[in-house]
């Protein structure tokens, strides 16, 4: 078929250029696996050449394709870099060396794009500085002075960059439908999914207008943490192309002297640093996924800035608090309770050995259960629960692996400014939190509601569902025998189990909240008391109810 080769013939040239470079580095096979040797040009076969050897190391030699196949290969490496429960450490390792850095575009080229989204660009930006500050393969960033003397930063997208990356991802996505239809060992890291994942996030990146609102989602969340700066981005100066924001001052949190000629002290710095990350994680469930040594500076009162707002992680509550399952069940021995948070967290798979897993987590739950949350290496912790998983052929779904990721590259710098520090020391008391707040009273009873909610609507709907059965059957539509001695019962009965089970739920949550009151020991004990009696008599009324039912 034309879509198994070349979707549009466009493409073309770049299917070549993509197929030539894998030959070059010696990936022939995958070439022929897909049956593209073809696509190539018998010149371009030619001009391999005997003395075009490629290094001996295939995972050298992988990054090196995605090195000449430009940005959005350069970018594919980076998510697979973070990916290690698809590819194994030497590959890992070695992609991990990719640079985002590019030559930069012209100035005049900025200049273009600022006059295309803004009416007076010379009025409103006042003095850019022409030479960049950084270059990256999706935009670069230039100094400015506006009108009114702040100094901010612009990071302007390069031009025509959406053209090209959405070429790029088109092909990268047939070549993972044939990958995955005609390369068996390769099927099963899902290159479809995987391609797929890589489109949102990149088109994401490519959307400056999504990087701002980022940034001001975490503005309004960190407000409180006194020693985080989040830049301000401003809404009139910024477009999908352009981003206007205040300029940080700082140095580097790699650079250990002139941390130290700040006056401030490194071990210090990496706390700061793993403090937020830790709740960014654990309390909002937006974080920062790529949080390495050059995308944070250290201002001079010691206040920690993360830069570019562009590749953030997101957790929902239920995910967070399977999170906090998977550790403390670790701790606890409970192989159950962590076979049971792989499970919701959705980390799956196809014709995987149950029995052989359980059996692999319950040797992994014996090595860390003398340990508590703070003294657990969480690095060496995740990298062998990832082997595990891989080892098993499960999936780790994308944010999880983002988590896992930004958690890895904190540790590391962090431990370059400390070399005794651990993120899991940062993280225990927002888990400690995040498992308190699990089991509040109010979350119990707000839960007992909802519950309440359910039987009503159940009980409303009965009626009416039985009004359409009924009439099915008189037109003949639906033949059943149906049985309606007693329904009245029935539907007593179905509200009182749904009333029963509200107040069981509310019960529970007033133990223990009031359990919870009087071990906090904070003049309220008469509260706790009273939660504990009313507790008392609905438990006795329930009781009531259960031993004595309605005829």
Known sequence: MLRETVVHLRDLPRYRQILATLMKYGYQDIVSAMHLEGIVRPLENLALGEENVPPSDRAQRLRMVLEDLGPTFVKLGQLLSGRPDLLPDPYIQELSLLRDEVRPFPFEE??????????????????????P?????????????????????????????????????????????LAERRIPWLAAARPVALAKEFERNLKRELDLNAERRTMQRCRLQQAGMPFVRVPEAIDSLSTGRVL?????????????????????????????????????????????????????RVMADGVVAQLDYGLFG?????????????????????TDRVMRALDELEISGEGVDYRGLRRDIGEMVLTYSELTLDSIDLSKLLGELVALIRSHSLRLPPD????????????????????????????????????RRRYSPWRLLAAAGRTAEDVQRVATLLPEVLGQSLESIRRGELRVTFDLNRFEQLVGELTRTGNSLAAGIVIAGLIVGSSLIIA????WTGLGIAGYSIAVVMGAWLLWNMFHPRS
């Open 110 to 131: 900025a200049e273009a794009i600022l006059r295309a989204d803004f009416a007076h660009p010379g009025e409103l930006f006042g003095v850019i500085d022409p030479t």
């Open 133 to 177: 500050l950084a270059s990256a393969s999706i935009s670069q960033v230039h100094a400015a002075t506006l009108p009114d003397g702040r100094q901010v930063v612009l990071k302007v997208r390069r031009p025509g960059i959406e053209k090209v990356v959405q070429a790029d991802l088109d092909i990268l996505k047939n070549l993972a439908h």
């Open 520 to 523: 906090a020991g904070v003049g």
């Open 244 to 296: 206007t924001m205040e300029r940080i001052d700082g140095v580097g949190v790699d650079d250990l002297d002139g941390i130290r000629a700040l006056g401030l002290d490194p071990r210090e710095v990496a706390s700061r640093g793993g403090t937020l990350l830790a709740k960014q994680i654990f309390t909002y469930g937006l974080f920062h996924a790529d949080p390495h040594a050059g995308n944070i």
């Open 400 to 435: 999880l692996m983002l988590l896992i990721r930004a958690l890895v590259t904190i540790e590391s710098v962090g431990r370059y400014l400390d070399p005794h520090f651990d993120i899991a020391s940062h993280a225990r008391p927002y888990v400690a939190e995040l498992t």
């Open 314 to 334: 997101q957790l929902d509550l239920p995910s967070r608090e399977r999170i906090a399952d998977l550790l403390l069940g670790l701790m606890a021995q409970d």
